[in-house]
């Protein structure tokens, strides 16, 4: 049995003796040793040996990949700070090398293109850190949500052309609205 402590929330927590140990079996996994090698090498039986490399690995790729997901935030940002840049700078239409005047003496004419694709960036950045938090996770839709909305369209469209005849039906067994004869 694994060594197992309690943390801050009441979780149980391994032990450092148990981390120690979950190291030390990844490093012979990593030799090609079987898990039954393990074992014997490490004093305990195959499935323990099996699950500290397990969650030695587990252990080990989730450090590393918040690290990576906390530098690519940190990139977003620069980027999107960037982007905040352009899109809120002053752009002028040039027009073969010079600045475009609605008069010859009048302001210049300011260009919007630079901001609206500064935006566009913008809303590209948001979806990427979207993804990366998994905040656009899919949703799921109930097929009965989908034929609850057929049957209020039917209702509508019965109600306006005036054909009240299937408004009074009771649906039947298999939800039609006719009795089975």
């Known amino acids: 049995m694994t060594g197992s402590t309690r943390d801050g929330n009441g979780r149980f927590d391994r032990d450092p003796e148990t981390a120690k140990r979950d190291a030390e079996a990844c490093r012979l996994r990593a030799q ?7 074992a014997a090498e490490l004093g305990i039986d195959v499935r323990a040996a099996y699950d500290g490399v397990q969650r030695g690995l587990r252990d080990t790729l989730q450090e590393p990949a918040d690290d990576v997901r906390r530098l690519e935030l940190e990139r977003l940002d620069e980027l999107a700070q960037k982007a905040r840049e352009v ?11 010079n600045v475009v005047r ?7 004419l300011e260009d919007d293109a630079p901001v609206l694709h500064a935006i566009d960036r913008l809303l590209k950045i948001q979806e990427r850190r979207a993804r990366l938090l998994g905040l ?4 799921r839709v109930s097929i009965d949500a989908q034929n609850l909305g057929e049957e209020i369209r039917d209702l509508i469209a019965a109600l306006v052309t005036g054909d009240d005849e299937g408004l009074d039906d009771e649906p039947g067994p298999d939800g039609s609205g006719d009795e089975p004869a």
């Open 102 to 108: 609605l008069t010859r003496r009048g302001a210049p």
């Open 87 to 97: 899109m809120l700078a002053t752009h002028y239409v040039i027009h073969q090398g």
């Open 136 to 139: 656009d996770s899919p949703q």
């Open 32 to 38: 090609n040793l079987t898990y039954r090698q393990i």
